[in-house]
Every structure is written in structure tokens, then in C-alpha cells.
């Protein structure tokens, strides 16, 4: 392995970082330990000035650059949290910053980016990936001699990110067994691993990232760092093609297992966490909670910490968010109904097709008068998953039936 975290360089990123960045909580979860019969702790990453724990990277690395480095500036690429972290330090230290970001990066993030940069920062929304925005930014910065600052690869991020886990051994009252990490590109768990290996080997690290781009998980199945295709941009925080060519080595020798977790599910936690528990996290953040299920008879009885990474989600996608929790949660469907060219069709299928509990919450109609029967594209909320089938029934039996969206992914991705 050509690089693994040190200890000793953990520390010392630790006091680089403590100029900026105080210790973070670390809370028990009630509500989750009873559910997973464990002793369950958040660490509060979302509670950091940027709101992400990618203050600790972007500032370590930003603080070792020599002068001229800094003379010259800088540019990254980010998604978000890595950006706003980049632009804090910049302001922070005096460093001029150029800032890719893209373009289908939530509006919260980049105002917020630009907010932390002030008058040092410049941002630059380029491309539909972060690895769109990447490829520019790094033709800038080498057009112009400037100083990258990665996301995730570069050993002093992983350093930074690293000190997340010394402030887990001196917090917890517990030896830790599990601690479960959301990966994107891989700095944290990586920073991670460097800890835990030389302080706590017996407790088991778990990487998570999100169903749609399992880029760790598909890279340690194929054993080399692989590229992935297309991936589900949603989780922008963690949605990553390629993981780092230095944190994929480090995890592959140092993870205890690795998930991916469905979109959907990974929003059901977040408006959990926020009807039950007044945390407001991003999706990124609630990745690790996501994936406790797969692991509640392992974690029983153990000490486990769910590190939640950021909380910078803007609240325009909150109804996306729920329609996803829904969809997941098999209790929001999409239906092609074709109702009868005449008078009363809808009463009918109000009073005898839906259920009690069923409620529409989405409607599209256009009357075609040369057909017997007119289609509409109808979505329906049900009280529960089991109430599926005999709507599907009665809709069949009244000749109202006309097709199922939710498993028609081409039509689908038209209605979310």
C-alpha cells in the first residue's frame, strides 16, 4: 500500500484543526437504541460551522500548503460540503479559491459556499457529476498553476477527516464495536480506519453508500477501483462515479463490511429523524442510520456510533424526499386509469374503487371524446403496503385498469 494514515499525523491534523473546528457531540439516540435493542450514539458532524465534517479535511490540507501554494491559490471540486469547507478555510487564511461545483448541486449549498468564501472565493457551475466538475476544475488548475485541493484522495483530507475518530475514543465511556461511516469518495472511513487500526482494532468500521452508486462497494467486489457508469445523483453528498485511487486501498484492507442503502429508505430516516428527533440532516447524512436494519441482529448489545455527516439540505426538496420515502415504503403508487367517456366515471371510481384509508394525490386527465375510455395518470397514497393488491383488483374487476408506473422505470422517472 503506497500510503496508510499515521497516527502521529492524525494528532497534529487535530491541532491544525482546532483553530476552526470545535468537538463535536456525541449523543446517545434513545429512540434508536430501543429499536435496535443497542447502545446506539450519533456523532454530530452536522453541528460543525459548515454544517459537514468536511471542515476538517479542507482546512488541514488548505493549512499545509507552503507560500507560494497559497500565493498562487486554489481550486477544488465539490458537490457541496467539501466546497463549503474549502471556501471557509480560503476566507479563514486569506487564499484565493476558484470553487466547480455541479450544476445540479442544491441551490443551499452553493449560496452557503459562497457565503463561507466571501470575497475569496469564485464558484463555477459546471457539468451534471461531481466528476464533470472535477475534469474542469482540473484543467483550470493546471492552465493556471494553481494548487487542487481534492475532496477525498490526498492524505492530509484523509488526515483531517481522521480526527473525527479521535474524538470518538475520548468521548465514548465505552470500547466502540461498530462504527458506521458513509462513503462518497472514501476520506472519512479511510481517516477513519487509520484510528481505529492503531487505537481500537476490535471495533468493526461498516461503510455505507447509496444504492445508485455503490462505487466503493462495486470497486471491492471487482478488486480494482472501478468506474461506474451512470449513477443516481439524489444522495450528492455520497454520489460519487470513482472512489480515490488511496482511500480504495485503505478501505479495501481496513473495512469490516461495506452496504448500500435505497434512496428511499435513506429518506424515511431523514423525515424521522426530523418528526421524531428534531436533527435536520442532508441525504448524505442520514446514510448511516439507513443501514443499521442490515445489521440489527449483529449489533445487539453493542456500542455502536452512526456518524452523521452533514445536514446541509436545502428544503425545497423535502417533497421529493417524502414521495421517495413513499415509494420506498410501497405506499404511493402510479397507475395508468382509463375511465369511461361518460358522466359520473369519477364519482364511481372515488366511492367504489379506492379504499377507506386511499387517498389521490395525484392527477392527470385528458378527455379524448373519439375514445370509449380516457386515461389518466392517477397516483394513490394507501394507509398500507397490503392494500396494493385489492385496489389493483377492484380497478381490474370495474374495467378501469389501464397500467402499473411504479415498475415501469422509463415512464417512471417522469412522475419523481
Given at each position: 500500500?503506497?500510503?496508510?494514515?499515521?497516527?502521529?499525523?492524525?494528532?497534529?491534523?487535530?491541532?491544525?484543526?482546532?483553530?476552526?473546528?470545535?468537538?463535536?457531540?456525541?449523543?446517545?439516540?434513545?429512540?434508536?437504541?430501543?429499536?435496535?435493542?443497542?447502545?446506539?450514539?450519533?456523532?454530530?458532524?452536522?453541528l460543525h460551522r459548515v454544517r459537514s465534517y468536511k471542515i476538517r479535511g479542507a482546512?488541514?490540507?488548505?493549512?499545509?500548503?507552503?507560500?507560494?501554494?497559497?500565493?498562487?491559490?486554489?481550486?477544488?471540486?465539490?458537490?457541496?460540503?467539501?466546497?463549503?469547507?474549502?471556501?471557509?478555510?480560503?476566507?479563514?487564511?486569506?487564499?484565493?479559491?476558484?470553487?466547480?461545483?455541479?450544476?445540479?448541486?442544491?441551490?443551499?449549498?452553493?449560496?452557503?459556499?459562497?457565503?463561507?468564501?466571501?470575497?475569496?472565493?469564485?464558484?463555477?457551475?459546471?457539468?451534471?457529476?461531481?466528476?464533470?466538475?472535477?475534469?474542469?476544475?482540473?484543467?483550470?488548475?493546471?492552465?493556471?498553476?494553481?494548487?487542487?485541493?481534492?475532496?477525498?484522495?490526498?492524505?492530509?483530507?484523509?488526515?483531517?477527516?481522521?480526527?473525527?475518530?479521535?474524538?470518538?475514543?475520548?468521548?465514548?465511556?465505552?470500547?466502540?464495536?461498530?462504527?458506521?461511516?458513509?462513503?462518497?469518495?472514501?476520506?472519512?472511513?479511510?481517516?477513519?480506519?487509520?484510528?481505529?487500526?492503531?487505537?481500537?482494532?476490535?471495533?468493526?468500521?461498516?461503510?455505507?453508500?447509496?444504492?445508485?452508486?455503490?462505487?466503493?462497494?462495486?470497486?471491492?467486489?471487482?478488486?480494482?477501483?472501478?468506474?461506474?457508469?451512470?449513477?443516481?445523483?439524489?444522495?450528492?453528498?455520497?454520489?460519487?462515479?470513482?472512489?480515490?485511487?488511496?482511500?480504495?486501498?485503505?478501505?479495501?484492507?481496513?473495512?469490516?463490511?461495506?452496504?448500500?442503502?435505497?434512496?428511499?429508505?435513506?429518506?424515511?430516516v431523514i423525515l424521522d429523524l426530523y418528526n421524531r428527533d428534531a436533527i435536520v440532516?442532508?441525504?448524505?447524512?442520514?446514510?448511516?442510520?439507513?443501514?443499521?436494519?442490515?445489521?440489527?441482529?449483529?449489533?445487539?448489545?453493542?456500542?455502536?456510533?452512526?456518524?452523521?455527516?452533514?445536514?446541509?439540505?436545502?428544503?425545497?426538496?423535502?417533497?421529493?424526499?417524502?414521495?421517495?420515502?413513499?415509494?420506498?415504503?410501497?405506499?404511493?403508487?402510479?397507475?395508468?386509469?382509463?375511465?369511461?367517456?361518460?358522466?359520473?366515471?369519477?364519482?364511481?371510481?372515488?366511492?367504489?374503487?379506492?379504499?377507506?384509508?386511499?387517498?389521490?394525490?395525484?392527477?392527470?386527465?385528458?378527455?379524448?371524446?373519439?375514445?370509449?375510455?380516457?386515461?389518466?395518470?392517477?397516483?394513490?397514497?394507501?394507509?398500507?403496503?397490503?392494500?396494493?393488491?385489492?385496489?389493483?383488483?377492484?380497478?381490474?374487476?370495474?374495467?378501469?385498469?389501464?397500467?402499473?408506473?411504479?415498475?415501469?422505470?422509463?415512464?417512471?422517472?417522469?412522475?419523481?
Open positions: 500500500m503506497s500510503y496508510f494514515p499515521n497516527i502521529a499525523d492524525i494528532r497534529k491534523a487535530a491541532e491544525t484543526i482546532g483553530q476552526v473546528a470545535s468537538v463535536t457531540p456525541l449523543t446517545p439516540s434513545i429512540r434508536l437504541s430501543k429499536l435496535f435493542d443497542a447502545h446506539i450514539l450519533l456523532k454530530r458532524e452536522d482546512f488541514n490540507k488548505i493549512s499545509s500548503l507552503s507560500d507560494k501554494e497559497r500565493k498562487n491559490g486554489i481550486v477544488c471540486a465539490s458537490a457541496g460540503n467539501h466546497a463549503q469547507g474549502v471556501a471557509f478555510a480560503c476566507n479563514h487564511l486569506g487564499i484565493r479559491g476558484t470553487i466547480y461545483m455541479p450544476s445540479v448541486t442544491p441551490k443551499q449549498k452553493i449560496e452557503q459556499t459562497k457565503m463561507f468564501g466571501g470575497e475569496w472565493v469564485d464558484v463555477v457551475l459546471e457539468g451534471d457529476t461531481f466528476d464533470d466538475s472535477f475534469k474542469s476544475s482540473m484543467a483550470f488548475c493546471t492552465a493556471n498553476d494553481k494548487t487542487f485541493i481534492h475532496p477525498f484522495d490526498d492524505p492530509k483530507v484523509i488526515e483531517g477527516q481522521g480526527t473525527v475518530g479521535l474524538e470518538l475514543l475520548d468521548q465514548s465511556q465505552e470500547p466502540i464495536d461498530y462504527v458506521f461511516a458513509a462513503i462518497g469518495g472514501g476520506g472519512l472511513a479511510s481517516g477513519l480506519i487509520g484510528v481505529f487500526k492503531e487505537l481500537a482494532p476490535q471495533a468493526k468500521i461498516i461503510g455505507v453508500e447509496p444504492q445508485g452508486a455503490p462505487s466503493m462497494k462495486t470497486s471491492m467486489e471487482k478488486g480494482v477501483n472501478t468506474k461506474l457508469g451512470q449513477i443516481d445523483k439524489f444522495i450528492d453528498g455520497a454520489a460519487v462515479q470513482k472512489v480515490g485511487d488511496l482511500t480504495f486501498e485503505i478501505c479495501k484492507s481496513g473495512l469490516s463490511d461495506i452496504v448500500a442503502v435505497p434512496e428511499g429508505k435513506v429518506c424515511q440532516v442532508e441525504p448524505a447524512g442520514a446514510l448511516t442510520i439507513a443501514a443499521l436494519d442490515y445489521f440489527s441482529e449483529e449489533i445487539k448489545g453493542k456500542n455502536v456510533v452512526c456518524i452523521l455527516s452533514g445536514s446541509n439540505n436545502d428544503i425545497t426538496r423535502t417533497a421529493e424526499i417524502k414521495e421517495r420515502a413513499l415509494l420506498y415504503g410501497q405506499l404511493k403508487h402510479y397507475f395508468i386509469v382509463r375511465f369511461p367517456q361518460r358522466p359520473g366515471a369519477l364519482k364511481e371510481f372515488v366511492a367504489e374503487i379506492l379504499g377507506p384509508d386511499d387517498d389521490i394525490t395525484h392527477f392527470e386527465y385528458s378527455k379524448k371524446s373519439s375514445r370509449e375510455n380516457a386515461p389518466a395518470i392517477v397516483g394513490i397514497e394507501l394507509k398500507r403496503p397490503e392494500d396494493l393488491q385489492p385496489l389493483i383488483g377492484r380497478m381490474k374487476a370495474n374495467n378501469f385498469y389501464g397500467d402499473y408506473l411504479n415498475d415501469k422505470p422509463d415512464l417512471f422517472q417522469y412522475l419523481i
